[in-house]
């Protein structure tokens, strides 16, 4: 038996998740996975270690909750698939109340040792400075964020200037479930239908000359956080340096910084209320908060210009001040640093293959998911794909009712291929709940069956329950055994 080899490049989480799946798909032997990863040879600037999988910022893989949180849910699903990388984090957690955080070192350690083990599996050190040759025929690409200058220059060429981003300042999303329509509505600017448009393809949020008055004090009064010193361009220093030297993707500018321009900047930018009635009071409001479609479902809106650097807990508290509003759920609180990813939805097939190159897959931040735990997520899928593919055999993705299959579907074109974004996995990225799914049936006083709308825990409850049903099939259908 000749093994089929696959090259995975990059051992962060992602490349170490592929391969470990991957090597033990097959009969033993039957796949071979050489994992290349350059530390050891040549450091990054934020890396300390060569381990494989080393956390470079936080050692938390947030909540471990899978009845009423996403992440927790998109845990249980990697376990439910023999993942590395929650077997390790469970064996090196620490107390973290309803979150797994890990010790990074016996983390890191375990995860590396494992792989070291695994006949199956050979690590070469040492850089991959171009795309990779022709000959190698199954090819995963998890380098994450911090992609080596010749290896991002090579996918840029490849993929096109503009499909290549390396820095990301991102807009928040909402979602749209939690936007009160009482307040805001839905209108195009002089109700513009173009292409699929319809004329009524924004939420636009009024604001009085007052509210937005308060609103940009607020802006220009909030914390902010700082670039760390390898993610600053150009060895800039200073606030300013980083304004004029920090290549924004798409040409945004913060937020902030535009409100620094002029009281007035924000309402002749993203802000101005020309073009828009408000059929609440048929009045042209002062200014306007526009939302935009976020994912084909129509479940996730970005708060149109407001990306934003932002310390998380001011944007909650200053966001929701915005009328309509008030009790939003954000799926993603916006931010700005330095982040090597492409346009998956525009790139990428379903099953992760890059369209101008199919011998190639990415997997990992690299392909525009935000998180550890999301990253390592699509690089289990991608080691199974490009296992399946050695094999000469077929590999269904999740559904997209489940944490895997609603992250995969995201990034492979269920995102806005002109906006799009990191994102980390919530249950906005899934189908809406059905009706059923949605309320609860109950008798009245008056004897009547009658249903309300699931709230709250109970509604996320909904979405989980729903989800390991669906993975449940889904493994029955595969023969997968968990």
Known sequence: MVPKTIHIIGAGLAGSEAAWQAANMGAPGEVQVILHEMRGIKGTPAHHTDGCAELVCSNSFRSDDAEHNAVGLIHQEMRSLNSIIMREGDKAGVPAGGALAVDRDIFSKGVTEALEANPNITIERGEIDGLPPEEWD???????????????NAIKDLTGEDELSFFDAIAPIVEKDTINMNIAWMQSRYDKAVGAGTGKDYINCPMNKEQYETFIHELLNAEYGLFKEWELPSGSKSLAEQEQDTPYFDGCMPIEIMASRGIETLRFG?????????????EEPYAVVQLRQDNALGTLYNIVGFQTKMKWGEQTRIFKTIPGLEDATFARLGGLHRNTFINSPKLLDSQLRLKLRPSIRFAGQITGCEGYIESASVGLIAGRLAASQALGQDFEIPPQTTALGALIHHITGGADADHFQPMNITFGLMPPLTKDEATIKYVDKKGKTKRAKLRGKDRKKAYTDRARRDLTIWFEQNKITP
């Open 138 to 152: 199954n090819v995963i690409i998890a380098t994450g964020p911090l992609t080596s200058d010749p290896l991002a």
């Open 270 to 282: 993203p802000m101005k209320p020309v073009g828009l009635t408000n059929p609440h009071t048929e």
